[in-house]
């Protein structure tokens, strides 16, 4: 078996720079020399600033097939447990998809019943699916999975199937509610461009940004948590829908809420301040 490389090594200047084409896979892990981590990720439709935390576009965004016709295999191939290439049919078919819509991310299966072996399995690459509303004729989606990578058990219609992107494909400002649906998964060490790739910090010293309503400076050593609401103690990051706080007590934070890192400097209230990040290791 042959050694993985699991980590890029990263310049500085590396970790900050940003394109319009895919360089590597999303969510490589890299490491830049004073053993800061990002994962490589693309941008959604709104551009980034610095400092801001971002969340993914969606978990488990679309839900393909569930019933009649289930998975089918390329004309021309043979089902075994080697086979790697499958086309989506069954009920839902008729949701559009892009060509690579979901390239590097995952083909769920038995994500709505109950299965003696649940897999969740990379997706390479995969054809557009478009559906004619008039004629309601598909073209069904060819799937290539990623190599060596297959279902290991018998797939039957009642499974249920899914597509899911990956976690660093569209990337958005992280938005806070009162019932957070969507992690944060990083801070952005640079301006974005929407729908360009980049590089997203996910684990050491970073500079985020808060905002002018916290009444008090950053004190070291304070978690920091996303809030739902704006407070003395929740820090408004400007421009943008972001809550964070740095905590003072962890008894005021409702359980559902989770902390990203904590206070590496202490700072005066507002604009910047340095966190140690701890998302992603």
């Not at 400092?51 to 576009?57: D, E, K, N, R």
């Not at 990956?166 to 301006?191: D, F, S």
């Not at 003072?248 to 990203?260: K, Q």
């Amino acid at each position: 078996m042959g050694v993985f490389a699991t980590t890029l090594n990263l310049s500085f200047a590396q970790a900050l720079q940003t394109s319009a084409t895919q360089k590597v896979a999303l969510g490589t892990r890299g490491m830049t020399p004073d053993g800061r981590v990002f994962r490589y990720a693309k941008n959604g439709a709104v551009a980034l600033v610095a400092g801001l935390p971002i969340t993914p576009c969606a978990y488990g965004e679309l839900a393909c097939i569930n019933t009649s016709a289930g998975m089918q295999l390329v004309a021309g191939t043979t089902w075994a447990t080697t086979q790697n290439v499958v086309r989506i049919g069954g009920s839902y078919y008729d949701a559009g998809i892009t060509a690579n819509q979901f390239k590097d991310g995952y083909l769920l299966v038995g994500s709505t019943w109950d299965v003696a072996a649940p897999m969740r399995l990379r997706i390479k690459s995969h054809t557009v699916q478009a559906y004619n509303t008039s004629a309601q004729t598909s073209e069904k989606a060819v799937f290539t999975l990623e190599d060596g990578v297959y279902p290991t058990t018998c797939v039957n219609t009642s499974m249920g199937f899914g597509l899911q992107y990956n976690e660093y494909y569209g990337t958005l400002v992280h938005v806070n509610e009162a019932t957070p649906k969507l992690p944060i998964i990083g801070v952005p060490c640079t301006a974005v461009a929407a729908s360009y790739y980049y590089w997203v910090q996910t684990w050491g010293p970073c500079m985020m940004r808060f905002a002018e309503v916290c009444t008090s400076g950053l004190t070291l050593g304070r978690r920091v948590i996303p809030t739902s609401t704006e407070s003395t103690t929740g820090l408004y990051c400007a421009g943008s829908s972001n809550l964070c706080s740095a905590n003072d007590t962890d008894e005021t934070m409702d359980a559902a809420f989770y902390d990203i890192g904590y206070i590496a400097s202490p700072a005066p209230a507002g604009g910047y301040g340095l966190v140690c990040l701890r998302i992603n290791p």
